[in-house]
């Protein structure tokens, strides 16, 4: 028996990734997952790579685009009668201190992030609350959301801003069964970060108490956890998973 056992879930920025690592955690643990993402083409090969069938669907979404999230969840439900698991992931940098950062790219991030968390988080939870048994909305946010970090001042108020929104959410829809927590990742290794400069990188990791990157797989586990009844009593929680880093 699964953890996910029958449960839908659907994971936004799905194509690869984190999201993808969260995608081959939950169909091991016997979810139907539904990935959407930007990546139109990206986001139906990686539901095929799964290698579950129909358990897998993939298809374009915008989490910026209000009628995208509503049809992305509308999808799940309409394929596989629930939605029991919301993912909010999908995610851009658009790094550059104050002094470049043009207004386009703080807002790009700001939407993506906030936005598209707030997006999914309230359509995910339209369904949950009429569903008897509830359900388990996960955010991403990120350590860059606890610390400031330069040349993140777009990045670190969105993830910031999940925090409060997550918080707020887990207060409004507690009573009928819907939780929602959010996670703070640390320096993983993804494709995001794998274009990061060498030196920037060893600087990161030197402020890792455990001296390493984290995997994908060891964010997936997390969040396996907050989307399982394990953790059927945890709502409004923010988990770091940072090896450490920024205690
Ligand atoms: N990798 C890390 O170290 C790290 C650390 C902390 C937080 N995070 C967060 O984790 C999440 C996933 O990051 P990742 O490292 O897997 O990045 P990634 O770039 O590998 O994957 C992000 C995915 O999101 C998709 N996406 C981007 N904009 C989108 C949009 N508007 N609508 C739908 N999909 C969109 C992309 O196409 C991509 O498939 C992000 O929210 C990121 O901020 C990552």
């Known amino acids: 028996m699964g953890l996910l056992n029958g449960r839908t879930a659907v994971i936004t920025g799905g194509a690869q990734g984190l999201g993808y690592a969260v995608a081959e955690a939950f169909v091991r643990e016997g979810a139907n997952v539904v990935l959407g993402d930007l990546n139109a083409k ?3 090969t990686a539901a095929e790579n799964l290698g579950v069938g129909p358990r897998a669907y993939g298809l374009p979404c915008d989490v910026t685009k209000e009628d995208n999230v509503d049809e992305l969840i509308s999808a799940a439900k309409d394929r596989f009668g629930s939605v029991d698991v919301m993912v909010n992931n999908a995610g851009i940098t658009r790094d550059a201190t104050m002094r470049k950062m043009t207004s386009d790219e703080f807002d790009q991030v700001i939407t ?4 598209g968390c707030w997006l999914g988080t309230r359509a995910a939870s339209r369904v949950m609350r009429e569903q008897d048994t509830g359900g388990s909305i996960i955010n991403v946010s990120s350590i860059s959301g ?3 970090m330069i040349g993140q001042t777009n990045y670190s108020a969105a993830k910031a801003g999940i925090v409060g929104l997550t918080k707020a959410a887990a207060k409004e829809v ?3 069964r819907v939780r929602v927590n959010a996670i703070q990742p640390g320096l993983i290794r993804t494709p995001m970060t794998d274009g990061m400069r060498e ?9 890792v108490p455990m001296g390493r990157a ?3 797989s060891e964010v997936a586990s997390v969040v396996l956890f907050l989307a399982s009844d394990m953790s059927s009593y945890v709502t409004g929680t923010v988990l770091e998973i940072a090896g450490g880093r920024h205690i």
């Open 174 to 176: 507690g009573f009928a």
């Open 199 to 207: 030196d920037v990188m060893a600087a990161k990791l030197a402020e």
């Open 112 to 115: 993506v992030h906030l936005k």
């Open 214 to 216: 984290g995997e994908p």
């Open 42 to 44: 990206g986001v139906v």
């Open 146 to 148: 606890k610390v400031g």
